[in-house]
């Protein structure tokens, strides 16, 4: 058994995990969250997603215990306790999901997404989103919502800019955060 | 009178007739006043008193959800068909 | 004999686009999925499955795995019930019960690789894989037959000896061909000597899975009173009880099933597979035991669509009308009976009125997965055959591709391939909506300077709409919302298309209108969702139910006011007095005052549907070929289809946008690429390569609106007729853009470049004039 010590959608954590267990089972077995889904435990659907430490990864392919130490963000800590994440709001507006198993994953990715780069175009999102599958949408409409989501953010920044006297201090990428998305989704077995 | 279709592997039964004309005021009449006529063919259409399971019959355009019960009208089509699966 | 609905001008509810009910669960990560299930005392499950796709089981060895630490139960095929070889409804078509039990878990002989072999329960999941390892299992390998030519040849060794098949109604013994139908109308003789043009070409087609995300899985608990508790994602509640209450010889009522939410199915996810093996287990050590199955054994084991061999001859006369169309299709079943080649045959013909016809069908068993039903099964297999042979008809004789098929169109009393003349249906009205389309009228620029071709394709499509029985509880709450209790599993946004019909009809908000999928115990029998027909028939029952409450809160209103119940009226969502103006309360006035009126108020609604009139697409695409590679990319993609009336529009365009990515998946990459040995070889996502967000361009739809008589707001199926003209849309597309014809399915590089090089072959030994 491992100890580890984390911070899960921004709470403080800490458990003995099984050294071969992966992030996914880790959250979803042992922490008891289960946002994340199993799709294909060979990190290549993305249903799994989660941001660790300001990455987004595929859970399955990510040990629990190199989350010592680290920070942790799954779906179930995109929302606030007063309002979805404009991400969430839009694919419920735009009804960017039909079963609904693919959507943790993508909500994720694409919250890390807007995170960096919050006016990527349809093209950039594509690029971003192609770790993750869907096979009920086409795609069409999540597209749409994720561009959706960035005007609502912005609309969103804008008026709290009116709102607050100053900037709030997160809006900034976080410093670790990289385009690089771990192995078997990147770029060579996609396009 | 009701018109039959007969599936392909029936037609023997009729000496290779394709469509039959046969009284019955329900469907059930109808099987039996086949059966009459062409000894052997019900075989193909029932089973324990019910239509086979996997088939259908269509009186008219509608497939009938009363089996052997269903009323057919004077002059309506019947079609004996294989279920459809569905996959969405 | 059967009620017939006209179109209303004004819908308040339908045709809107609210946020759908369950939408927060599922952006939050709250809904639970089978495999989020976690009950108490429970434990994991893992399977052993055949490295052969054909072999007999000679000997087996469970005792290493029995002494393993952690271990709970081992079931091997003895653990379960004997089956007779005897045909059985189970839910979904009939099969034969022997052939359904050896497909959960092979007694003697292994039919498809991946094919269970025992079982395992222990503490934990990896304690359960590990202990699996240990089962000793003895093969004697056969030669695998992998497609219907090897089948069907002679001498070829036969997968099932105690099969039996039919021949045109005689019966066959040791054989590999299940079926042999035969479909014959008019003179097809006469039809081709009046044909001017005839082209006949035969067409070949890899397997292709569904593809859903979420894996099978199932959680049983099999209790010492003899109980049997399932949850599970699956299509249909009540198809797994009937299932599983004939594989394990229980009564239904000892079986209670409760669907979870399911991550996507297209027909998959209504044959069991792990259900039976967690309940075996859960049974022998009365734990609830859950599976989740691996995505290679998703692939390996559970229902691909069929491939297969298909031949189509189609002749048409000087003025453009078709004259006559004869068609073989040897589908594969895989390793048991049961391919969609029956409604192969039912669909081939359907954008057509040709007066000689002949199909000829057959269901062929090969060592592969057993095939399950794929969104509209058989359609694109069929439609892939006609509507390439039409294109290049249409090629030939100089028609415009729309005008032909509105000259030929099937409409309204058109028999269908199998003899069964259509009801109302809306062909001419696609077809025309797709002529007036933007994407049809724009020109496509084929000039590239990057060496690169472009071309354009269409092609049509068609599905029934399925009906069958549905039933849905409604009970009114007293703060004006109503509760909807339906059995239908949502696997694509049908809450809010079903909520939505009652909300209609009682003239409230659609989110007023609560629904929730109960379990088998909770709501009275329904069918499967599949077959287009859950917003169809589950809504049909929604809208009877409604209609119900009318008439009970009429009665209500009526004791309230003292007045007589038929003299309450009910309008846009107020009921009034018609001897007394002054007394009006709109619904949710009156659920407040319901207290006094005698008990609570809850109807149902109960419904067995007939087939409807089904429904047509017709699809255009613009592809760019990449000549030096043979690489494929979809340009533009319009999906024109009647859909009756669009209940949720944006569900109802999704479905359509769904339906052709899948479609273009299959046309383009999808495929079982088979060993010699017979395993598949591209068992993962990462190989299979279904298509991703950079693999296509915004998909972009055309919704038409033919009224469906048979169903009080006119819905027809939507789900599976856009998945069946995509392949035959991208090859003809493929043809305009190269002038070569792709026969065989997928249209990958390699086989492109093929087609390209056969082409320049070809050209260069042509005497030149």
């Not at chain 3, 699809?619 to 024109?640: A, P």
């Not at chain 3, 939507?718 to 014809?741: F, K, Q, T």
Request: aromatic letters at 6%.
């Amino acid at each position: 058994m491992v100890h580890v010590k984390t911070t899960i959608n921004g709470q403080p954590a800490e458990f003995l995990v099984p050294a071969y267990l992966s992030l996914l089972d880790t959250i979803r077995e042992v922490v008891g969250l289960t946002g994340a889904k199993e799709g294909c435990l060979d990190g290549n659907c993305g249903a799994c997603t989660v941001i660790l430490n300001g990455r987004i990864v595929d859970s399955c392919l990510v040990l629990g215990a190199e989350a010592n130490g680290g920070e942790i963000t799954t779906v179930e800590g995109l929302a606030t306790p007063d309002a979805l994440h404009p991400l969430q709001q839009a694919f419920l507006e735009e009804a960017a999901l039909q079963c609904g198993i693919c959507t943790p994953g993508f909500l994720v990715s694409a919250a890390a997404l807007l995170k960096r780069e919050p006016k990527a175009n349809e093209q950039r999102i594509r690029h971003w989103l192609a770790g993750n599958l869907c096979r009920c949408t086409g795609y069409d409409k999540i597209v749409r919502a994720v561009i959706k989501a960035e005007d609502m953010s912005s609309q969103l920044s804008k008026s709290k800019a009116k709102v607050a006297a100053k900037p709030t201090a997160k809006s900034s990428a976080s410093p670790k955060a990289s385009s690089v998305r771990s192995s078997g989704r990147s770029g060579s077995g996609r396009k | 009178m009701p018109v039959v279709f007969l599936p392909f592997n029936l037609r023997k039964y009729a000496g290779g007739a394709r469509q039959v004309v046969v009284t019955g005021k329900t469907l059930g009449e109808l099987i039996a006043a086949m059966e009459t006529l062409y000894p052997g063919m019900s075989a193909h259409l029932l089973e324990e008193g019910r239509l086979r399971p996997g088939l259908v019959a269509v009186c008219g355009t509608t497939e009938t959800r009363q089996g052997l019960r269903q009323q057919l009208d004077e002059d309506t089509e019947v079609h004996f068909i294989q279920a459809i699966s569905g996959g969405a | 004999m059967v009620a017939t609905f006209e179109p209303k001008k004004t819908y308040k509810v339908i045709g809107t686009r609210p946020i759908r009910h369950d939408g927060y669960d599922k952006v939050t990560g709250r809904a639970l999925y089978g495999a989020d299930l976690k009950l108490p005392g429970q434990v994991w499950g893992a399977v052993l499955r055949s490295p052969y796709a054909h072999a007999n089981i000679t000997r087996m060895d469970t005792s290493e795995a029995e002494k393993y630490p952690g271990v709970l139960a081992v079931v091997t095929a003895k653990d379960m019930p004997k089956a007779e070889s005897k045909m059985v409804d189970l839910g979904e078509g009939t099969v034969n019960e022997k052939h359904e039990v050896d497909r959960i878990m092979a007694s003697d002989k292994i039919v498809f690789r991946g094919q269970p072999v025992a079982a395992v329960a222990a503490v934990d999941r990896n304690t359960a894989e590990e202990a699996v390892k240990l089962i000793r299992v003895e093969y004697q390998p056969l030669q695998p037959v992998l497609t219907v030519e090897e089948a069907m040849a002679k001498g070829a060794p036969i997968i099932l000896p105690d099969l039996v098949g039919d021949d045109l109604g005689e019966k066959v013994k040791k054989t590999n061909m299940a079926k042999h139908f035969r479909h014959e109308f008019g003179d097809v003789e006469k039809g081709f000597s009046q044909a001017k043009h005839i082209v006949e070409r035969t067409f070949k087609m890899s397997m292709t899975h569904q593809g859903y995300i979420e894996p099978h899985n199932a959680v049983a608990m099999w209790d010492e009173d003899n109980r049997l508790r399932i949850w599970t994602g699956t299509q249909g509640a009540f198809a797994v009880r009937k299932q599983m209450a004939g594989i394990l010889k229980l009564d239904e009522s000892r079986v209670k099933v409760t669907p979870m939410e399911i991550g996507g199915g297209f027909g998959g996810k209504i044959p069991v597979y792990l259900e039976p093996i967690a309940a075996l287990l859960s049974k022998k050590c009365r734990r609830p035991v859950k599976l989740v199955m691996e995505r290679k054994a998703v692939f390996e084991s559970t229902g691909p669509a069929p491939g297969g061999t298909l031949r189509v001859k189609v002749g048409v006369d000087a003025s453009g009308k078709i004259t006559a169309a004869a068609s073989d299709m040897k589908l594969e079943a895989g390793g048991f009976p049961g391919s969609a080649v029956g409604a192969a045959a039912m669909c081939i013909y359907s954008p057509y009125n040709i007066p000689n016809t002949t199909i000829d069908g057959w269901d062929i068993v090969v060592n592969k997965p057993k095939s399950a039903p794929y969104r509209a099964p058989g359609a694109p297999q069929a439609h892939f055959a006609m509507e390439s042979v039409i294109d290049e008809l249409c090629e030939k004789g100089g028609w415009d591709p729309i005008d032909f098929r509105l000259k030929n169109s099937a409409k309204e009393g058109t028999r269908r391939g199998d003899g069964v003349k259509f009801g109302s249906i809306g062909n001419v009205d696609v077809l025309k909506a797709a002529s007036r389309s933007p994407h049809w009228k724009s020109v496509l620029n084929k000039d590239t300077t990057d060496g690169k071709k472009r071309g354009r394709g269409i092609a049509s499509g068609y599905w029934f709409n399925i009906g069958l029985k549905s039933a849905v509880t409604l009970s009114a709450n007293n703060d004006g919302t109503v509760s909807l209790v339906e059995g239908s599993t949502d696997i694509g946004g049908s809450r809010a298309s079903i909520a939505m019909q009652a909300a209609e009809v009682l003239g409230i908000p659609a989110l007023d209108v609560r629904p929730t999928v109960a379990d088998t115990e909770g709501v009275a029998y329904n069918d499967v969702t599949g077959g287009s027909r859950t917003t169809y028939a589950t809504g049909f029952a929604a809208y009877e139910a409604a209609i119900k409450m009318v008439e009970e809160l009429k009665a209500r209103a009526a004791r309230i006011w003292n007045q007589d119940p038929s003299d309450i009226l009910f309008k846009d969502g107020v009921f009034s007095a018609k001897k007394d103006s002054e007394l009006r309360l709109n619904f949710k006035e009156l659920s407040k005052k319901l207290g006094e009126t005698g008990g609570p108020v809850t109807v149902t609604g109960s419904v067995d549907l007939s087939t409807g009139g089904g429904a047509y697409g017709a699809h255009i695409v613009d592809v760019e070929v990449d000549t030096e590679t043979g690489k494929v990319e979809i340009l533009r993609y319009t999906i024109v289809q009647d859909v009756g009336k669009a209940i949720h529009p944006s569900y109802v365009e999704g479905q359509m946008q769904g339906g052709v990515v899948q479609g273009i998946g299959w046309a383009l990459n999808e495929e079982y690429f088979m060993t010699k040995e017979g395993t598949m070889a591209n068992s993962s996502f990462l190989d299979y390569r279904m298509p991703t967000t950079l693999d296509l361009p915004k998909i972009e739809t055309v919704i038409v609106e033919v009224f469906n008589p048979g169903h009080p707001f006119g819905v027809r199926g939507v789900g599976e007729v856009p998945i069946a003209p995509p392949i035959a849309a991208i090859g003809n597309a493929l043809h305009d853009a190269l002038g070569v014809r792709l026969v065989e399915t997928p249209f990958k590089p390699g086989r492109i470049m093929e087609a390209l090089e056969a082409q320049s072959k070809a050209a260069a030994v042509k005497p030149k004039r």
